[in-house]
């Protein structure tokens, strides 16, 4: 049997490389931005000369960087006729679309320069801290600050103020965190908290008498009720066994508010609680703590005036907190006086 030799003329074409009339890759570099700006102006002007008057460099410089584009994109762009030049069709429809991505870059950079546009600063805030603390505060931060938004995220990882987008952050701890400045957003004290009908119902007059009762604790901050009893000199009177564990504060809170408890709070966390009447204080015993929430941000942009604005705020509003204890007497002054 003769063999069958294709006719060249129906074979599939080869793919394209991406050059000559072929498909360009989808994602592919794009031109740098200056000779998108040097081809708008010969556009506009309708001369290489103008245009080069327009950016303040010579008409070669200009017509160096028109033909860098053109082999860029593979396409002639411009006919260079005899005193003028003349836009092909390929150049017709590169230069509106041009024109528009131009238009709103320059909108888009005169919006940051606007003073009217609301500059925006982004919060990095522990989960519970931003739900009993941060969240209930926000609308009166918009009608004092007008000119700020805070875009509010919530987290418990560690902050890289150089790779974030994260203006500001809030964490808790001794003040040691690495590659962020921190400042001390504001000394807390540990106390009980209890459902207000728990007062109603029941008979607890000293520390010791907690043992007839469940005690809660939430352990992510390292601070315990065994923390607590040493302080108040009860440690041997109460047993821990039975004490139910958290890893989050809200929940130990919530239950609590439930009946289900006695814990263990910050005036940070409980003081909605506390204003509201959903939980109260068990005893007049406050323990200093040396952990606390710090604020968090960049050593280079920290200081930018929007965000020392909100930094300046969260420390007045972190003093407002304070006044939940205000005038409470101190544990070295309550142990003093027995």
Same mark, same amino acid.
């Given at each position: 049997?003769?063999?069958?030799?294709?006719?060249?003329?129906?074979?599939?074409?080869?793919?394209?490389?991406?050059?000559?009339?072929?498909?360009?890759?989808?994602?592919?570099?794009?031109?740098?931005?200056?000779?998108?700006?040097?081809?708008?102006?010969?556009?506009?002007?309708? +001369?290489?000369?103008?245009?080069?008057?327009?950016?303040?460099?010579?008409?070669?410089?200009? +017509?160096?960087?028109?033909?860098?584009?053109?082999?860029?994109?593979?396409?002639?762009?411009?006919?260079?006729?005899?005193?003028?030049?003349?836009?092909?069709?390929?150049?017709? *429809? &590169?230069?509106?679309?041009?024109?528009? *991505? &131009?238009?709103?870059?320059?909108?888009?950079?005169?919006?940051?320069?606007?003073?009217?546009?609301? *500059?925006?600063?982004?919060?990095?805030?522990?989960?519970?801290?931003?739900?009993?603390?941060?969240?209930?505060?926000?609308?009166?931060?918009?009608?004092?600050?007008?000119?700020?938004?805070?875009?509010?995220?919530?987290? /418990?990882?560690?902050?890289?103020?150089?790779?974030?987008?994260?203006?500001?952050?809030?964490?808790?701890?001794?003040?040691?965190?690495?590659?962020?400045?921190?400042?001390?957003?504001?000394?807390?004290?540990? @106390?009980?908290?209890?459902?207000?009908? @728990?007062?109603?119902?029941?008979?607890?007059?000293?520390?010791?008498?907690?043992?007839?009762?469940? /005690?809660?604790?939430?352990?992510?901050?390292?601070?315990?009720?065994?923390?607590? /009893? !040493?302080?108040?000199?009860?440690?041997?009177?109460?047993? /821990?066994?039975?004490?139910?564990?958290?890893? !989050?504060?809200?929940?130990?809170?919530?239950?609590?508010?439930?009946?289900?408890?006695?814990?263990?709070?910050?005036?940070?966390?409980?003081?909605?609680?506390?204003?509201?009447?959903?939980?109260?204080?068990?005893?007049?015993?406050?323990?200093?703590?040396?952990?606390?929430?710090?604020?968090?941000?960049?050593?280079?942009?920290? !200081?930018?005036?929007?965000?020392?604005?909100?930094?300046?705020?969260?420390?007045?509003?972190?003093?407002? +907190? *304070?006044?939940?204890?205000?005038?409470?007497? +101190?544990?070295?002054?309550?142990?003093?006086?027995?």
């Amino acid at each position: 049997m003769r063999d069958v030799v294709p006719d060249p003329a129906r074979l599939p074409a080869p793919p394209s490389s991406g050059g000559g009339d072929g498909q360009r890759r989808p994602g592919a570099r794009l031109p740098p931005l200056n000779l998108f700006r040097a081809f708008d102006a010969a556009v506009r002007q309708g +001369s290489f000369r103008l245009a080069a008057d327009e950016m303040c460099v010579t008409p070669s410089a200009v +017509s160096q960087q028109i033909r860098q584009l053109e082999d860029l994109l593979d396409t002639r762009l411009f006919r260079r006729l005899t005193r003028r030049i003349e836009l092909t069709r390929e150049g017709e *429809a &590169l230069a509106s679309t041009v024109k528009d *991505a &131009l238009a709103i870059l320059s909108a888009g950079c005169e919006r940051l320069r606007d003073p009217s546009v609301p *500059a925006i600063v982004c919060l990095n805030i522990t989960p519970t801290l931003g739900m009993r603390w941060m969240v209930a505060r926000m609308t009166r931060f918009m009608q004092d600050h007008p000119g700020i938004r805070i875009s509010l995220t919530a987290s /418990l990882d560690a902050l890289d103020f150089e790779r974030q987008d994260v203006d500001l952050g809030i964490r808790w701890g001794t003040g040691a965190f690495p590659g962020a400045r921190a400042e001390l957003l504001a000394r807390d004290v540990l @106390f009980p908290v209890c459902n207000p009908d @728990f007062i109603d119902h029941t008979t607890i007059r000293h520390p010791a008498d907690l043992r007839h009762h469940v /005690l809660l604790q939430a352990v992510h901050n390292g601070v315990t009720w065994a923390t607590w /009893l !040493d302080r108040v000199r009860a440690t041997g009177d109460v047993p /821990l066994s039975g004490t139910v564990c958290f890893n !989050d504060a809200n929940m130990m809170l919530e239950a609590v508010v439930c009946g289900q408890g006695i814990g263990l709070s910050n005036s940070f966390l409980a003081e909605a609680d506390l204003r509201s009447g959903r939980l109260v204080r068990l005893f007049d015993y406050d323990i200093e703590i040396d952990d606390a929430y710090y604020i968090l941000s960049s050593g280079t942009r920290g !200081d930018k005036p929007a965000v020392a604005q909100v930094r300046d705020w969260l420390h007045r509003e972190a003093q407002r +907190s *304070a006044e939940i204890v205000h005038g409470r007497a +101190s544990l070295a002054e309550t142990l003093a006086a027995q």
